[in-house]
Every structure is written in C-alpha cells, then in structure tokens.
C-alpha cells in the first residue's frame, strides 16, 4: 500500500497552538507526517532549531496516535529537497486567513514547479488560533502579557525557562 508521508515545514519559533491545530488536522489525512525545522541561518531565533526539534517532539508524543506517525527533523536548504529526500509526497501548510494565501499561494506555485511531483496541501486552522502567530507570541511574552492560550503549555514553561536562562 502507498504510504502518503508530508512533511510540514516551517520555523516553528515557537510552535503555537495554530500549528498544533495543523498537526492534528494532518493526522486524518497522512499516514505520516514530518515536522520539518528550518535552519535559517539568516534569522536571530529565540530557540535553536535543536531546542525546537526537542520541544515539538515532546508536544507529539501528547498527541501520539495510531493514525498517523507522527516526528520531527530539521533540514536546511530548500523545502523540496528535504521533502525528496524523506520521499515524502505533500507539503502541508495551513493557512490563517486570507492574509495568508498570496504568499502560500507562491510558495506552493514556486515548490510545484522546483518539484512537480510534490502537491502542497492547504489546511484551514480553526477559527480561534486564525490570529497567532510565532511572531506576535514572542512579542506578546517580552512584552509580559500571557500566551497561554496561544502556545501549548509545555512550551511555554520552555519559553518561560529561556526568559530566566537565555
Ligand atoms: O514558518 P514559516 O517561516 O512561515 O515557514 C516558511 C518556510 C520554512 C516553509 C519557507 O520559508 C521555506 O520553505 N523555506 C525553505 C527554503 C525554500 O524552500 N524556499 C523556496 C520556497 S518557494
């Protein structure tokens, strides 16, 4: 039988709860499903892309099903790359809003044409997480005010331990 692998890229600096909602909306649709950690050598991020590895591992392991397999990896380079490498068929992104979808419309049109074999797969995250983002997370929490119901809460003791121990 065909295993239907994605890989779900991005920086996940860190992972909220709009990508988690993205994961678990992939769950029903793939056999498996590779969290894919850029390493962006061109970005200052909060976490190193070892440290998210560990945190977005911790976080599927809570949402450990016999659906889908679920893991995580980092790559560096182009998306497509990574995505042939893992012999992975789709590229998962979700999108927000329709703020999102010029942008993820290019990328997923540049992708198909680097990779034509690869499909990109638009999923719709709920309403309530349409507003977060890893940005506006980490602003909110330099700022003081809570994320808790933005992130899932293993990341933000994690965030909260980077606050004390940077
Ligand atoms: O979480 P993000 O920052 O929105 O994720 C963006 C990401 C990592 C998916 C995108 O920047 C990407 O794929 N980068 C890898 C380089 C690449 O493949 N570029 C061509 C995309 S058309």
């Known amino acids: ?13 860190p992972l909220t709860n709009g990508h988690l909602d993205i994961i678990k909306r992939s769950i029903p649709v793939f056999d498996e ?3 894919a950690v850029l390493n962006n050598p061109d970005k200052k991020p909060m976490f190193t892309v070892e440290e998210r590895c560990s945190m977005i591992s911790l976080v599927l392991k809570q949402i450990e ?7 995580v990896d980092s790559f560096s380079g182009l998306t497509v790359d990574f995505a ?16 999102d979808y010029e942008y993820e419309l290019r990328m997923a049109l540049m992708n198909r044409k680097l990779a034509p074999e690869i499909e990109t797969v638009f999923l719709m995250a ?4 349409s507003y977060i983002s890893s940005n506006l997370v980490k602003q909110i929490f330099s700022l003081g005010g ?5 992130v ?5 003791t994690k965030m909260k331990e980077k606050l004390l121990n940077p």
């Open 65 to 71: 099903t016999e659906d889908c397999k679920l893991s």
């Open 84 to 99: 042939r490498k893992v012999k992975a068929t789709a590229i998962v992104r979700g999108i927000r809003a329709i703020s």
């Open 152 to 156: 899932p809460p293993l990341i933000e």
């Open 33 to 35: 499903v590779i969290v």
């Open 126 to 129: 709920a309403v309530e997480f």
């Open 1 to 13: 039988m065909k295993i239907k692998r994605a890989v779900f890229p991005g920086s996940f600096d």
């Open 146 to 150: 809570s994320i808790d119901s933005l």
